[in-house]
């Protein structure tokens, strides 16, 4: 077997909605080697991993993969499962694969499975295509490449318990913890995208300027002040009790002779802990005599310099989750504790109790496990006990004077239990520090009974308050604490998503993308969008780059000053990583026309169309399908678009033609050209959106591309409810200037020659461009163009584009790319001149420059008045500064011909 490549979806894709991992694996010679030729593998692949004998796999119920495996299945099917299967048993919430045989390449297979996150999953390929591989013939059992998936585990592949072992420590490593887990699983449920965005619990729920944000239980409106309040003990309780809420009495003491001092003042037993302390570090409970104090004082007095000493109260420890100022979960913490048998010691015991699954070396698990460690010792000293105690069988040897999850304690619900007196005074309590979610602690003998009968009081009011004790507490019914969360963060009525505007298509992408973001501004949002020549936040240009891929998408969907994004969705990002967000309101195909074939399995326009579609499949449900209707590729799209189909159409007659004339028949959408005006019919009727003469972008018409743009954008704002007046509005500002649209038709005069710079960079570009320079040929001009494409395009791409340069051009500057992508310098050249030649251009109209630097340079030298100069830059910037050069500087017969040769290069 042999790993050819891999790839990590964030985003739907071509294969799927939900994020996966896919391998692409050629199975080699075991293509002849279905699971129902090798004897006694299946069998021997339960044995090691027995849980998949729960897959249902295509039967839907469990044992439909143990039923596959027997009547034969390829071993890249059987990887999918055990890739899944692992990761399940390391702790992940993964269940979905899929694997298909890769067309036209006989036993090469893509496994697609979901992941919790991209280490852990692609170690888990790895470890299952190693453990398959383990169970076959040893004249089989070779594998090449798997290194491209991750670092080998370490661990034997028949070492399934070390393999699942070491997945695990990868999933809590790169993983959510517990509450910050529940939070995001509640909205998603919601249809809330969630957003991690660091290596930690930060995590972003929605888009743009309606999104929020929470670090574990700390959300965006947590306040500053209340949390830096709830971390000063001291001051907490001074507020609590001027509110007239019961708290134990006590005080802040910085030597152990103030600290004796205040014990005997408020009275013993005592707590010692440390002012700014968490999870129970350093704190000491029951405390009745000074030799316990000075070592609680030392322990409390390590974390921080001042330490509080107070009056423990009598009773029980809970705690009260109170959120958005309602109580919503209330737990009975119990501390850690072993139950003698009379046979074991204490040390042991705590072995035992630790061996639970459910317990975790941190906050990964439900529970925590417990240490051994020197505050546990004292604990257990304060009561004539030690490590190597044997408690007596049936007796219960308490571990810790806290409750705290975090030193190994449990919990039992008592949400139902709690008086409303006491709920009432932990509400106050969260409202008087300021906190949105606090986590109460309470001490009272019961909390169902009233603390101003029973005594007790708040002990702490916390910020970030831990949720395992009450998703999963140890006895009790689990509560839903996420739930009011999320709907504190996003009440009812409110939205967590910005409009998403997505474009594809083969050409035009860039400028429909200014297109719509100039009529949204006109609406007054702040329009964040991306595309070849950068991502722009309102106006502004934000990152200079080709950023027409997800991880731009992401960057303009995490902005919050954004209140609609427009985003140029490029093939490159799509095959390499899927989307940059999960659905758009609004998605567009504009075209699909030969390019960037004979790359990432897109061979064929149909291959091209069927990544370009992604598009339009993740449409909302309630959304909007903007697809060309003079397209074939683009009308059969409509099958699988989501969302409303809205046509548009340049062609004569469109109104009359299928697919638009039974789409307007219906009440459905479309735009069309007609008699001068872009004409919207919607619903039934008919209405002039603006006279296409108005459009500046169309050169009043002349520029047939930039109407299929402006008739895009048309339909993509009008789906939206944009009104007309307003589409017309921006459609009449947007310029084909420099400023307004970088490299997409600009166009200067300068010293009588027409200079067009325009990023065509495949045929239908260059072809529909040259239908538009012959409007500004002068009589006896000649139109001098510089053409270069990309190095990664095939060589009868390169032949091509020489071919067809020489048909629509009088004399050609070719010129080699700034990346060569692979191919030697002068390669490129070579191979588009062949194809002019063979297109019967002459050699002297031919010449072959080392840059688009040069290339511009020579264009420029050559023209002459009545000339028309076509540039297709790749550094838009930089030769447009070239093009103002030319432009500033004095005509070629003030310089004379050799001296304008040498300034012009």
């Known amino acids: 077997m042999r790993v050819i490549e891999k790839s990590v979806y964030r985003g739907p894709h071509l294969y799927s909605p939900r994020p996966m991992i896919r391998v692409r694996l050629d199975l080699g010679a075991l293509e002849d080697w279905p699971t129902d030729r090798l004897s006694g593998f299946g069998q021997a692949l339960v044995a090691l991993l ?31 499962h055990v890739a899944i299967e692992l990761q399940a048993s390391a702790g992940a919430a993964v269940t979905r694969g899929k694997t298909r045989s890769v067309r036209g ?142 708290v134990p009495s006590g005080s802040l003491v910085r030597s152990i002779d103030e600290a004796i001092i205040a014990a005997k003042r408020v009275g013993w037993p005592v707590v010692v802990k440390p002012l700014d302390g968490n999870q129970g570090r350093g704190v000491t409970t029951e405390i009745v005599e000074e030799s316990v104090l000075r070592a609680a004082f030392e322990r409390a007095a390590a974390i921080s310099r001042s330490v509080i000493v107070e009056r423990q109260l009598g009773g029980t420890d809970y705690r009260i989750l109170v959120v958005g100022g309602e109580v919503v979960a209330v737990a009975e913490r119990v501390p850690a504790s ?40 004292a604990f257990l000293a304060q009561r004539g006990l030690g490590r190597a105690s044997v408690p007596r069988d049936g007796e219960r040897i308490q571990l810790c004077g806290t409750a705290n999850l975090s030193t190994g304690g449990t919990a039992i619900d008592r949400t139902e239990d709690i008086h409303p007196d006491n709920a009432a005074i932990a509400v106050q309590a969260a409202a008087v520090i300021g906190l949105d979610v606090a986590g109460i602690d309470m001490v009272a003998p019961n909390i169902a009974r009233t603390i101003s009968e029973t005594g007790g009081g708040i002990v702490e009011v916390n910020a970030a308050p831990g949720l395992r004790m009450h998703i999963a507490p140890s006895e009790g019914t689990p509560r839903d604490v996420a739930r009011p969360i999320v709907a504190a963060l996003f009440p009812r009525g409110s939205n967590s998503r910005i409009p998403i505007f997505a474009v594809t298509g083969t050409n035009g992408k860039t400028t429909t993308v200014r297109m719509v973001a100039r009529i949204l501004a006109e609406t007054g949002h702040r329009v ?18 080709d950023a027409s891929g997800p991880k731009s998408a992401r960057m303009v969907l995490c902005n919050p000053t954004v209140d609609a994004a427009v985003l140029e969705t490029a093939r490159g990002g799509l095959l390499r990583e899927g989307l940059g967000f999960d659905r758009c309101d609004v998605g567009a195909v504009l075209n699909v026309s030969s390019d960037h074939l004979g790359k990432g399995d897109v061979h064929s326009l149909e291959d091209l169309a069927r990544v370009k579609s992604v598009v339009v499949e993740s449409v909302k449900r309630r959304g909007a399908s903007v697809l060309n209707a003079d397209d074939r590729l683009t009308v059969r799209m409509a099958r699988h678009a989501r969302g409303r189909i809205v046509w548009f159409s340049g062609a004569p007659g469109a109104a009359a033609r299928a697919p638009i004339t039974a789409h307007i028949a219906a009440g459905g959408m479309a735009v069309t050209a007609e008699n001068g005006e872009v004409i919207l019919y919607d619903g039934g009727s008919r209405t002039a959106v603006i006279r296409i003469a108005d459009i500046p972008a169309t050169l009043d018409g002349t520029a047939e591309f930039n109407l299929l743009n402006a008739l895009a954008a048309t339909a993509m704002t009008a789906a939206y409810s944009i009104p007309i007046e307003t589409i017309a509005e921006g459609l009449a500002a947007f310029r084909p200037t420099f400023e307004d649209s970088p490299g997409r038709l600009n166009i200067v005069e300068a010293h009588g020659v027409t200079i067009i710079v325009d990023y065509a960079h495949n045929p239908a570009a260059l072809t529909a461009l040259s239908r538009l320079v012959d409007t500004f040929r002068k009589p006896g001009g000649r ?85 028309v100069v076509v540039l297709t830059p790749t550094d838009v910037d930089g030769i447009w500064a070239r093009v103002q050069a030319f432009a500033s500087g004095p005509a070629a017969e003030q310089l004379g011909e050799a001296a304008f040769e040498a300034a012009h290069g």
């Open 105 to 246: 390449a006989k036993g090469v297979y893509d496994i697609l499975f979901c992941y919790a996150d991209r280490d852990s999953g692609l170690a888990a390929a790895r470890a299952a295509i190693e453990i398959v591989a383990s169970l076959l013939p040893s004249d089989l059992q070779a594998v090449e490449g798997l290194d491209r998936l991750a670092r080998p585990l370490g661990v034997a592949p028949t070492d399934i318990t070390a393999i699942i072992e070491a997945l695990r420590r990868l999933v809590t490593a790169n993983g959510l913890g517990p509450s910050t887990a529940a939070i995001v699983a509640e909205a998603r449920r919601r249809g809330i995208p969630a957003l991690r965005l660091d290596a930690a619990s930060l995590v972003q729920f929605g888009y743009g300027s309606r999104q929020r944000r929470i670090r574990a239980s700390v959300t965006g409106a947590t306040s500053l002040i209340a949390a830096e309040l709830a971390g000063n003990k001291q001051a907490a309780k001074a507020l609590l009790a001027d509110a007239g809420l019961p």
């Open 50 to 80: 027995p849980s998949l004998a729960n897959h249902g796999c295509s039967y839907r119920a469990p044992g439909g993969f143990l039923r596959r495996m027997e009547q034969g299945t390829w071993l890249g099917h059987v990887i999918e």
């Open 528 to 545: 964040g969008f991306t595309s070849t020549t950068g991502v722009y936040i309102n106006g502004r240009k934000q990152v200079a780059s």
């Open 338 to 377: 072993v139950v003698g048998d009379g046979r074991n010691s204490v040390e042991a015991l705590i072995d035992a109790v630790n061996a639970d699954p459910h317990r975790g070396a941190g906050h990964e698990a439900v529970l925590t496990r417990i240490k051994l460690n020197a505050a546990l010792e």
């Open 783 to 867: 139109v001098l163009a510089m053409i270069g494409i990309p190095g990664d395009r095939r060589d009868e791409d390169l032949r091509g584009i020489g071919a067809l340069s020489a048909r629509l051009f009088d004399e050609i500057m070719f010129r080699e790319a700034p990346d060569g992508r692979g191919r030697a310098a002068g390669t490129m050249n070579a191979l588009m001149a062949e194809g002019a030649r063979a297109a019967g251009k002459a050699e002297d109209a031919l010449h072959l420059l080392v840059n688009e630097e040069a290339a511009t340079d020579c264009c420029l030298a050559r023209a002459r008045s009545g000339d």
